[in-house]
């Protein structure tokens, strides 16, 4: 009887485990190796509470528990590697162009058709340039989430309804204001205009394009929504961000969840490796520049400045170059790997220093792992990430147009021997890791949450709907302002009929 009770309890788990599984798509064909490292545990986080999850990328990621679906198109760091060192305005409408139009690519393959075809219960989309599946999301009637692969910023802060405050939240993509926040008074005028600026360009051109895209390949007809409605349905943006340390305190509505720091884990042992656990008492500098930026791409000038002052260091370097070797040109106390275990090379006792691009998962982990900093930012957030480091007080910041021997000697030099910063960043790790959930359980649990409500329209701020101007009361302060201006002009009217009445009858009494 026994066994017969134990298979009759087997069968009625599975049964009820199964009832209580969903069908979740991550899309995120357009994006680049890093977005994946915060979209990526998402999706095996509740793959592993029994949901089935599929993900469909360009690239063919390593997944336990979730179904990755490859979508044959040029990846995002092919399409834009070789002119990452130029972001000029037009270079980066060209970014925005091609990413468009690889989106359209991708979702024309039959394998993205496939998926668009089946019964999803919810949809996760990667916010950076693939907005185009959005028209086939709306026909699924099923809701909808936005995964930011960073902090959110502008034009994106107003899909969840956050109001957005130049006055003391910098864009992380200008470059013309640094530092934190207070912002001079000139500083807030540049990030007031570089973000009206960015968002003008994305709502009149970058949008419009779209729509007339998808229409001119077929995706789509004149009777669907425009794109700049549908982006504004979402159910939740999940942010690669912690609250606790971004550099300014800012209000947001509770359809934006932090699930930042996810990737992160205890540093493994490295294989049993002489070059790095012999390097003594001054340790080892460790240079990656990320999955987007190429080396094959790097000026010839900078790569012998970066290789003449590391060969002057007592440090050993560690240097991850992705393409073919240049061994017969270097030191001995440089190495270069194509791929390096980022977090455990953070994580090894001897390291001293990280030099990197300043991409948010390499900041985080340096600070995770109590790691000094010199940032070499190239595009996006990365400036911004640079200038949340160093102002809190764990890196420098060195832009590769004030890049020389001297200037990077200095800052190596800086850097290891401060104190001060190791100090600072041990601090910052203890703000990044005091959290309540973990950032796995928060970003499964708010899925599920949208799941079981049918996307939870009670929690949408009615902000995301409102044109900027009653967002921000423009039209209460200028009614407000005429209201002002009548009453003075009235009044200063009936001064003037009032002297001149007065002086009048003292004139006529003179009389």
């Not at 009206?196 to 004149?222: H, K, N, W």
């Not at 943006?237 to 205890?266: D, F, M, Q, W």
Request: neutral net charge; contains cysteine.
């Amino acid at each position: 009887v026994l066994p017969w009770l134990k298979f009759i309890t087997i069968v009625i788990s599975v049964i009820i485990s199964n009832s209580n599984a969903s069908r979740i798509l991550f899309l995120a064909p357009v994006s680049s190796k890093s977005h994946n490292i915060f979209y990526l545990p998402i999706a095996e986080a509740l793959a592993e509470r029994g949901h089935e999850v599929k993900y469909a990328s360009a690239y063919a990621l390593k997944a336990e528990k979730t179904e990755v679906v490859i979508i044959p198109n040029r990846p995002y760091n092919e399409l834009l590697s070789p002119q990452i060192m130029n972001t000029s305005i037009l270079t980066t409408m060209k970014w925005g162009n091609t990413l468009t139009d690889s989106c359209f690519d991708g979702l024309a393959t039959k394998e993205a058709q496939d998926l668009l075809q089946e019964k999803w219960d919810v949809v996760l989309i990667s916010i950076f340039n693939n907005d185009c599946f959005l028209y086939h999301v709306n026909r699924m009637q099923v809701p909808y989430i936005w995964l930011v692969p960073n902090h959110i910023f502008e034009p994106f802060a107003h899909l969840s309804g956050m109001p957005w405050f130049p006055s003391f939240v910098g864009n992380p993509t200008n470059p013309l204001v640094s530092g934190l926040p207070p912002y001079t008074l000139l500083q807030r005028m540049i990030n007031t205009l570089i973000d009206m600026f960015g968002v003008a360009l994305f709502e009149y051109y970058y949008l419009p394009r779209i729509d007339s895209l998808c229409q001119s390949r077929g995706q789509c007809t004149e009777k669907d929504p425009n794109i700049s409605d549908l982006r504004l349905n979402s159910s939740l943006l999940i942010t690669n961000s912690i609250r606790a340390i971004e550099s300014s305190a800012t209000p947001y509505p509770p359809t934006v969840v932090h699930a930042g720091g996810i990737h992160l884990k205890t540093a493994k042992p490295l294989p049993q490796d002489e070059w790095v656990s012999s390097s003594g008492d001054n340790g080892f500098i460790f240079f990656s520049l990320g999955s987007v930026l190429r080396m094959e791409h790097m000026p010839q000038l900078l790569f012998r400045v970066l290789v003449k002052v590391f060969s002057s260091v007592p440090q050993r370097v560690l240097w991850k170059w992705d393409t073919d070797l240049p061994v017969d040109l270097l030191p001995s106390n440089i190495r270069m790997e194509k791929w390096l275990p980022q977090q455990d090379l953070l994580g090894h006792p001897s390291i001293r220093l990280f030099i990197t691009h300043g991409g948010i998962h390499s900041t985080m982990e340096a600070a995770h792992h109590g790691v000094p900093i010199i940032g070499m930012p190239v595009f996006g957030d990365q400036n911004s990430n640079m200038v949340q480091v160093e102002g809190n007080g764990f890196g420098r910041i060195l832009l590769w147009e004030n890049l020389n021997e001297d200037r990077l000697l200095i800052l190596i030099n800086e850097v290891i021997k401060d104190k001060r910063m190791k100090s600072a960043i041990v601090k910052h790790s203890v703000l990044m890791n005091d959290l309540p959930v973990s950032s796995k359980d928060t970003a499964a649990y708010w899925v599920e949450y949208i799941i079981r409500h049918n996307g939870a329209p009670h929690l949408r701020c009615p902000a995301r709907q409102m044109p900027w101007y009653r967002l921000y009361n423009i039209d209460v302060w200028a009614m407000l302002l005429l209201i002002a201006v009548t009453s003075t002009f009235l009044t200063f009217k009936a001064v003037v009929v009032c002297f001149k009445c007065t002086f009048r009858a003292q004139k006529i009494k003179s009389e």
